[in-house]
């Protein structure tokens, strides 16, 4: 009977749905939802003038930090943002996880920094499991000579002997409980005996960096030195004493100090420089010899010198040249090496040059002599010295070098050709953009450690042997093989399958092989290209795409761009780009005038009156990709950190329908009123860069090329993220100043969205918000271009 009625009911069931089905009505398509309308800040036109000419800015109440009414506007306004930026990349969502897992699988997550040798002992700093700093530790290296990480022995542990070997100087951990939950160090330095340690921690309550010296046989903080708001320290004695440099209440370094350690007499102020316009500071040279006192101005800039061994004796002035010239000066075997880039002979020159002078006859520039003759298709870069050998960093035309000299010089007549000390030639791989020197903190060690920087390869922390010519790849992410990896040690200590990960040593006749340095140019294509810009100077273009999705006149690009302070361009591998390199994107680097790598005379044409050359560059290098088809005419992306935000910008108002998108972080937006009423004190380096306002022709060119005063009225701009923070320098004002006035100004498009989004403090701190933030970052380039 179970069975029949079973079989019975089927059908009437199967019936029942049909019926039902015959009587449903589809529900209409319901409309897509009404983007999102931005916010509107309320305006409080104020009015300025200047050399004759007035302007009003109708937005100057976002700055006034100290005027409650208008920071509590400010933080509802700040609020508003935020929740536009959500509404509006709401629909990217599940993009934004995926692409947040794809970076933080890539990010090294190091255990253990690459150890330090110095003296006898390994310097390293470590992270403990679940705390959020890490800890800086130190052991013998006579214990531990297959040093890997924390892992072996675990902790510092060493169970065969059942000896601890490893030594903990400082947890940060406690650090920031010292100092409200938040740890942020900006010097730390290790006496010459390797008996203390000075460090500075930011206060974040009080905006300064707070000086602390520890015990490191005890433990335990010193009753002094202890002082609030220093820049800059340098041990002498040996020691036992401290040199420390103050500043005043505008962050200008003006004094400098010296503490006797274990001493309860006061720390004596050795010098004093109450103008306005003169900044103080001090360094060690690297035997602990003699200490430099660099004082420059905008009138000039001298060095001092002291005796390491007797601090209070007095300052010896050794060089004095123009106002702004680097100057930098080491001692081996009683002579002072001066390395600069000032005037030679009263002749201004392009690049640093290296001159000599013995000790006893360094009290006038005329007692220098100079080294090298100029070479203009070799420029020295940088140098750095141990007691054995000279290491110079050149450049080569577009391709830098390695050369080691040995040392004493043997100097027969002033301005010796490079190739007379017979110097050795130091292996790399192809596509070099930088080469780091490494701490080197022991001057009497023969290897030396740099970090090789290349777009196509992850960054390479490796240590060369002076003596046999060997490198030795110390700590190199392999993004082939495994997300992360420490390399320091032997390979005996790893399992098979991280032995590719693991120390490499290698000689000069396989040391230019790339795929000995886990180069990615199997995948990815690194171009070179030189640019005619407006007036004919050639721009080098970096270009760099993946190999199996390049496409003529179809991929979408990133073009980024900095041109400012001298300072190199940044094209190292960035593990986040390879999200928009896997997905076809071109990732483009513009080395426009005002930044550095093609000498003195590069930046100073790219700064203050000139600054208009950098933007153009940048916009000669935007028309080439899309002219020669490496972009897509439609998919051009700008992107720009700090001053580069002002190139980005900039060039935006002057072609804003050359870009479909652009990513503007923590930039520099209003530099015609922070440069003449600053919200947050300036250095020299600002006004040297940007211009003086008091000077009219520096005024109108701060005019001409400020990004805040340029916006265009009733034209259609790209989809923009300006990203800020309250820390910045160039504060979150002048971003939240320029977004407004975009919106006001330009033609609105909700499809290209102008949005503004904070971002936490010290973001780079921690792996989450990083990879969290570029991720949103690489989302909205993709939601705007790559649709």
């Known amino acids: 009977m179970r069975h029949l009625l079973t079989a019975v009911s089927r059908p009437l069931l199967r019936h029942r749905v049909i019926l039902q089905r015959a009587n449903f009505k589809p529900q209409k398509t319901q409309p897509p939802p009404s983007p999102p309308s931005p916010p509107k800040p309320p305006k409080k036109p104020v009015t300025f003038s200047l050399h004759g000419e007035s302007w009003e800015d109708e937005y100057s109440w976002m700055s006034q930090l100290n005027d409650r009414v208008a920071m509590r506007h400010m933080d509802v306004y700040m609020e508003q943002e935020e929740k536009y930026t959500e509404a509006v990349m709401s629909d990217t969502e599940r993009l934004q996880s995926k692409l947040q897992s794809e970076i933080a699988s890539r990010l090294a997550a190091d255990l253990s920094t690459p150890p330090v040798r110095w003296g006898p002992w390994l310097y390293y700093r470590r992270v403990e499991e679940g705390k959020q700093y890490p800890v800086l530790c130190r052991r013998l290296a006579s214990l531990n000579e297959e040093f890997i990480s924390n892992k072996s022995p675990s902790a510092g542990f060493d169970f065969t002997s059942g000896r601890k070997i490893e030594q903990k100087l400082l947890d940060y951990n406690q650090e920031a409980e010292r100092f409200g939950g938040y740890a942020y160090e900006e010097l730390s330095e290790v006496s010459p005996d390797h008996r203390y340690l000075a460090y500075t921690m930011y206060d974040k309550d009080n905006d300064y960096f707070k000086l602390s010296v520890r015990d490191l046989n005890f433990g335990s903080l010193c009753n002094k030195p202890q002082a609030d708001r220093v820049s800059n320290i340098a041990w002498a004695k040996d020691g036992q004493a401290l040199l420390y440099v103050v500043t005043n209440d505008k962050k200008r370094p003006f004094r400098l100090y010296c503490s006797m350690l274990g001493s309860n007499d006061?720390?004596?102020?050795?010098?004093?420089?109450?103008?306005?316009?003169?900044?103080?500071n001090v360094r060690h040279t690297k035997d602990f010899c003699f200490l430099t006192v660099n004082v420059f101005s905008t009138q000039s800039s001298k060095v001092f010198l002291i005796n390491a061994a007797d601090p209070l004796a007095g300052m010896t002035l050794v060089w004095e040249c123009e106002a702004n010239a680097h100057c930098i000066i080491e001692h081996h075997q009683g002579y002072l090496y001066l390395f600069t880039?000032?005037?030679?002979?009263?002749?201004?020159?392009?690049?640093?040059?290296?001159?000599?002078?013995?000790?006893?006859?360094?009290?006038?520039?005329?007692?220098?002599?100079?080294?090298?003759?100029?070479?203009?298709?070799?420029?020295?870069?940088?140098?750095?010295?141990?007691?054995?050998?000279?290491?110079?960093?050149?450049?080569?035309e577009s391709k830098y070098g390695l050369y080691s000299v040995s040392l004493p010089l043997?100097?027969?007549?002033?301005?010796?050709?490079?190739?007379?000390?017979?110097?050795?030639?130091?292996?790399?791989?192809?596509?070099?953009?930088?080469?780091?020197?490494?701490?080197?903190?022991?001057?009497?060690?023969?290897?030396?450690?740099?970090?090789?920087?290349?777009?196509?390869?992850?960054?390479?922390?490796?240590?060369?042997?002076?003596?046999?010519?060997?490198?030795?790849?110390?700590?190199?992410?392999?993004?082939?093989?495994?997300?992360?990896?420490?390399?320091?040690?032997?390979?005996?200590?790893?399992?098979?399958?991280?032995?590719?990960?693991?120390?490499?040593?290698?000689?000069?006749?396989?040391?230019?092989?790339?795929?000995?340095?886990?180069?990615?140019?199997?995948?990815?294509?690194?171009?070179?290209?030189?640019?005619?810009?407006?007036?004919?100077?050639?721009v080098p273009l970096t270009v760099l795409y993946s190999r199996h999705r390049k496409k003529i006149g179809e991929n979408p690009?990133?073009?980024?761009?900095?041109?400012?302070?001298?300072?190199?361009?940044?094209?190292?591998?960035?593990?986040?780009?390879?999200?928009?390199?896997?997905?076809?994107?071109?990732?483009?680097?513009?080395?426009?005038?005002?930044?550095?790598?093609?000498?003195?005379?590069?930046?100073?044409?790219?700064?203050?009156?000139?600054?208009?050359?950098?933007?153009?560059?940048?916009?000669?290098?935007?028309?080439?990709?899309?002219?020669?088809?490496?972009?897509?005419?439609?998919?051009?992306?700008?992107?720009?950190?700090?001053?580069?935000?002002?190139?980005?910008?900039?060039?935006?108002?002057?072609?804003?329908?050359?870009?479909?998108?652009?990513?503007?972080?923590?930039?520099?937006?209003?530099?015609?009123?922070?440069?003449?009423?600053?919200?947050?004190?300036?250095?020299?380096?600002?006004?040297?860069?940007?211009?003086?306002?008091?000077?009219?022709?520096?005024?109108?060119?701060?005019?001409?090329?400020?990004?805040?005063?340029n916006i265009q009225k009733d034209a259609l701009y790209p989809a923009i993220l300006v990203t800020s923070s309250f820390s910045t320098r160039f504060g979150v004002w002048e971003a939240a100043k320029w977004v407004a006035r975009v919106r006001e100004y330009s033609i609105y498009d909700p499809s290209r969205p102008v949005l503004l989004n904070l971002t936490t403090d010290m973001v780079e701190e921690n792996r989450y918000l990083q990879s969290k933030e570029a991720a949103l970052e690489t989302a909205f380039l993709i939601k705007n271009i790559d649709f």
């Open 266 to 280: 006061e720390d004596v102020l050795l010098l004093e420089e109450p103008q306005e316009n003169v900044h103080v």
């Open 341 to 396: 880039d000032a005037a030679l002979l009263d002749q201004p020159v392009d690049h640093h040059y290296l001159l000599r002078c013995p000790v006893a006859s360094a009290c006038s520039p005329r007692n220098w002599e100079n080294i090298f003759i100029n070479d203009h298709e070799l420029i020295i870069e940088d140098i750095d010295f141990c007691n054995s050998h000279l290491l110079l960093t050149v450049r080569e």
């Open 410 to 538: 043997n100097i027969d007549k002033a301005g010796a050709n490079l190739k007379e000390f017979n110097p050795q030639k130091l292996p790399l791989p192809d596509h070099v953009s930088q080469i780091l020197p490494g701490p080197n903190y022991d001057f009497y060690s023969s290897t030396m450690r740099f970090t090789i920087i290349s777009p196509v390869m992850p960054d390479a922390v490796v240590d060369y042997d002076l003596l046999n010519g060997k490198w030795t790849i110390v700590q190199q992410q392999n993004l082939l093989y495994e997300r992360t990896r420490v390399l320091y040690g032997t390979t005996s200590s790893v399992s098979s399958s991280q032995k590719l990960s693991v120390s490499k040593n290698f000689s000069d006749n396989n040391a230019g092989d790339d795929s000995t340095w886990n180069d990615l140019s199997e995948y990815y294509a690194c171009e070179e290209y030189d640019v005619p810009s407006y007036d004919g100077v050639l």
């Open 557 to 709: 690009g990133l073009l980024h761009g900095h041109g400012a302070y001298g300072e190199i361009l940044d094209k190292r591998w960035r593990n986040e780009l390879k999200s928009l390199l896997d997905r076809g994107w071109i990732i483009a680097y513009a080395d426009v005038r005002g930044g550095g790598g093609r000498g003195k005379k590069w930046h100073h044409d790219g700064r203050r009156t000139k600054k208009l050359n950098s933007v153009k560059d940048y916009i000669s290098c935007a028309k080439f990709l899309i002219e020669r088809e490496v972009v897509q005419e439609s998919k051009l992306a700008g992107w720009g950190y700090s001053a580069g935000g002002l190139l980005v910008a900039s060039a935006i108002n002057f072609c804003p329908d050359l870009f479909r998108a652009a990513i503007l972080k923590v930039p520099f937006l209003d530099p015609t009123n922070t440069l003449l009423l600053p919200v947050l004190p300036l250095t020299p380096d600002d006004y040297e860069e940007f211009g003086y306002p008091g000077d009219i022709e520096d005024f109108r060119a701060i005019r001409e090329c400020s990004p805040y005063d």
